[in-house]
């Protein structure tokens, strides 16, 4: 996706230089040839073996024509709010390919989730469970659920960012499992017909995904001799990527396959994959403001902050930076590239080796796809920043760059 021709960047056939022209900086800038074929590794695997729904974790972006491009690829969506029903059904999501995970899920979000007709609730809670039962009696719907259990099983990732341990606040505990598949199957308002299960993200290994598909499999036998069929088996998204090149990630053939043989072909297969169809599609442009030296450490201030990109600060996240224009040997010196926010966690990486830039050099911060517009703020009163697709030769504004007015929007 990215190559040097003559010393400058490019992304697709465009040179990222002329996205800087014509929009300035910070700006996100992502790949559609990049998602599209991260997609279809996932689709060609589910059609080729199984059956089932590849359904895009619309928390990793959330921008409207991302979306829509996925949708128009035949994605589902998992969503985790009101607001994320709303993104995608305006984004053009079939309301019949939309599953919705979250431990608070309210009154209101679950009314309008029933009232789109949405394909399936994960339900985390037993009280959730009884609320839905209740919501969908109002509303004279019946309403397919699966309920999401929390297997215990600890991935090795950021300790934010796991949820399948026991002690965290996602699922049900797997002990529990049987009993409220019981209870919910008494419920005359509730179709029960799937089993979920997520247990974080950014996972590299296999080892982690297949012990939790394991004791998943276990509850399913359980409940069959209960009569009870669960035959939508929704194995979360989690698939990490390769930040650095040290890092080592399965395929989604191996996850996949995996899958398949844990819980055998017949299935109906649900996949909610966010950062492993977007984060590599998509870069960040910033641009060079001051560099000076202090304590011994060089520093580069760029134009974009922790409000623009939090991963590094909040997960300790490593995003490779280069100049956009290739240095020819020049030398290496330790440097905190920083943003200009008051606060000294404000980091794109800390003590990496870096060419000396001048100021205006634009840098680019790769693997920005998932989870960095999507988690961006307006902290400082920073509005927020552009955002730009690319295709083939040609690139297009696809969120144009908020202003000061914006940042008075809804005040009173
Ligand atoms: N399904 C559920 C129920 C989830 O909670 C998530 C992510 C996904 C699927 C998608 O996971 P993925 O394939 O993207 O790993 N902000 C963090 C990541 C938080 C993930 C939250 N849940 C980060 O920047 O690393």
Redesign the pocket.
């Known amino acids: 996706m990215l190559n040097f021709h003559d010393n400058n960047l490019f992304i697709e056939q465009v040179r990222l230089l002329d996205i800087v022209e014509k929009y300035n900086t910070s700006t996100y800038v992502y790949s559609q040839d990049q998602i599209i074929k991260n997609f279809e590794k996932y689709t060609r695997e589910l059609t080729e073996i199984a059956g089932g729904m590849i359904c895009f ?1 619309c ?2 972006n959330s921008n409207g024509t991302i979306l829509k491009l996925l949708a128009q690829h035949g994605a589902g969506a ?1 969503t ?1 709010s009101g607001g994320e029903i709303y993104r995608c059904l305006k984004a053009g999501f079939n309301p019949d390919k939309i599953v919705y ?1 979250g431990v608070g899920k309210t009154r209101e979000e679950i009314a309008y989730a029933i009232k789109s007709n949405i394909f399936m609730f ?1 339900v985390e809670s037993e009280e959730e469970l009884y609320v839905i039962d209740q919501i969908a009696n109002q509303c004279q719907h019946k309403v397919r659920i699966a309920i ?1 259990i929390n297997p215990d099983v600890t991935p090795d990732t ?1 300790s ?2 796991v ?1 399948g341990s026991k002690g965290t606040k996602f699922g049900i505990p797997y002990e529990k499992a049987v009993q409220i598949y019981l209870n919910a199957s008494k419920k005359k308002n509730l179709i029960v017909s799937g089993i ?1 299960f ?1 247990i ?4 590299v290994d296999l080892e982690p995904f297949k012990l939790a598909a394991q004791k998943i499999k276990s509850i399913i036998d359980i409940l069959n001799t209960y009569n009870i069929k669960v035959n939508c088996i929704n194995c ?5 990527i390769k930040y650095n090149n040290t890092t080592n990630v399965i395929s989604q053939h191996q996850l996949m396959t995996e899958m398949f043989n844990i819980f055998g072909k017949n299935n109906k297969f649900i996949f ?5 169809i977007i984060a590599n599609a998509g870069c960040m442009l910033v641009k060079v403001i001051y560099s000076k030296i202090s304590g011994n450490k060089h520093f580069i201030i760029t134009d974009a902050g922790m409000n623009d990109l939090i ?1 590094p600060t ?2 300790g ?1 490593y995003h490779e930076i280069l100049p956009v224009f290739q240095h020819n040997n020049t030398q290496n010196v330790i440097t905190d590239i920083v943003g200009p926010i008051c606060e000294t966690g404000d980091f794109l990486a800390k003590d990496i080796m870096f060419p000396i830039v001048k100021q205006n050099e634009v840098l680019i911060v790769k693997n920005t796809g ?3 517009s999507s ?1 961006s703020s307006e902290y400082n009163s920073r509005p927020k920043i552009a955002e730009v697709l690319v295709k083939n030769d040609n690139f297009m504004l696809i969120r144009k760059r908020a202003c000061y007015d914006d940042l008075l929007l809804n005040e009173i």
């Open positions: 974790a928390k990793s998992d985790t995970a994960n999401r950021h934010y960012i949820t979920h997520h974080g993200s950014q996972i979360g998204g989690g698939l990490g909610e994959p966010g950062r492993s991963r909040l997960y996240a998932a989870y960095c988690m």
